[in-house]
């Protein structure tokens, strides 16, 4: 998305890091049952000849018992970057967080995903806000998927309460995708862009004003 230059316009970006890592449901073969399981953050790797199968060992919750999500599968062991392979066989904790995030692999395994509800989100203001503002853009990328309320993120980026969001929902949002008080109770989406025009915001103007009022980087 470009970013206006014009001063009318403010614009606040909302960066969202899952701070755990996505669960999946499958059938457990042990409790004979759908059950939850978690990336135990190790690989099995087995090398045979001069081909390679890879896996990442997810645990049951309930059971403990294994089940081995395939990364490769009889693949030329030249192919693999030795870098990579390295990392396979030390059980590298950013590769294992970074597959456990590979959200599409996951489902085309059959497993269903429940997306990481805890999350960081970081505020990024990158055209300030003044009194004199009519209007401030907010867009909200996921830098992996995660499942938090569109309100609870507009809350804190805002610096405002969740009832006050649900205020400037009825009143103060505009642009071709309006938020209503449901909406806002819905998982937010990569990618999304709010538009807040100021001019509707009654008392909570000087608020906002002066959340956004200097360029910053911070968590909130």
């Not at 990024?124 to 867009?139: C, R």
């Not at 009143?171 to 538009?195: E, F, P, T």
């Amino acid at each position: 998305m470009s970013i206006s230059t014009n001063a009318s316009i403010a614009h606040l970006q909302l960066r969202l890091t899952p701070t755990d890592q996505p669960h999946i449901q499958r059938p457990c073969a042990r409790c004979k049952s759908r059950q939850t399981f978690t990336s135990s953050g190790k690989f099995r790797v087995n090398a045979n000849g001069k081909a390679i199968d890879v896996w990442l060992i997810y645990r049951c919750a309930t059971c403990d018992q294994t089940w081995n999500h395939a990364l490769h599968e009889r693949r030329a062991v030249k192919s693999l970057p030795a870098d990579e392979l390295n990392a396979f066989m030390q059980n590298d904790a950013a590769l294992a967080k970074r597959h456990a995030a590979d959200v599409e692999r996951l489902r085309a395994a059959g497993a269903v995903v429940i997306a990481a509800a805890d999350v960081a989100i970081e505020r990024v203001v990158l055209q300030p806000a003044t009194m004199e503002t009519a209007e401030i853009v907010i867009s909200i990328a996921l830098t992996s998927p995660c499942h938090i309320r569109l309100d609870r993120v507009l809350a804190a980026g805002l610096c405002l309460q969740r009832p006050a969001v649900v205020q400037l929902a009825e009143q103060a949002m505009i642009g071709n995708q309006m938020v209503s008080a449901k909406a806002l109770k819905r998982a937010v989406l990569d990618g999304q862009v709010i538009r807040l025009d100021l001019t509707r915001c009654g008392g909570m103007r000087a608020a906002i004003c002066h959340a956004l009022s200097h360029f910053e980087v911070t968590p909130c």
